[in-house]
């Protein structure tokens, strides 16, 4: 059985458009979806987030996990905890968030810093997750407000990630008009 997760970001749904058009193209490929609404996704939390991922992960067969935004670094902390016999075959990134910039933080308020800071400061053990993955996506747009360019070193250097860069994709929200992404595949 092949399987795919599909995991949502901080205040988004597993209705997004984006989301959906990735689920259908996974299931025209044979793959049974998984996309979970995650708990209270207004104020995401890593110990609610994984407990999630782990209910709903794949017991055996071919597994696909796919985070978007904050649902990366959630797969991320999921497979940090994963048996070593669990192993992932692809891991794909679309907009990996990381770390806030001074932008976000004047636009939403003080009270996203509270929300970010475990996030932001609880390490991921990128040396596991490189080996427990077969082969690392990530998706970055030249113009995401949330998420800077700048990060895709990190997934290169510690996860030997193939990157794509997409041009004016904004976050890969609603808002920014993006409704498909082919280079998930």
Known sequence: MK??????GWDGSPEE????????EFEK???????PAMPHPETPTIDD???KLKEVFPKDGERVLVGYSVGC?????LIEVLDEGEKVEKLILIAPWM???????REEGEEIIEIAK???ETPIDFTKVKRMVGETLAIFSDNDPYVPLSQKDLFERELGAKVVIEHNKGHFDPYSGVRELLAVF
């Open 99 to 105: 770390e806030l910039d001074m932008n976000t933080i």
């Open 3 to 8: 399987s795919v997760v599909i995991i949502h």
């Open 118 to 120: 475990p996030w932001m």
């Open 29 to 35: 490929r044979g793959y049974k979806t998984i996309v």
């Open 17 to 24: 458009p984006m989301l959906q058009w990735v689920k259908g």
């Open 73 to 77: 670094q959630a797969i991320l902390r």
């Open 49 to 51: 987030w994984v407990n």
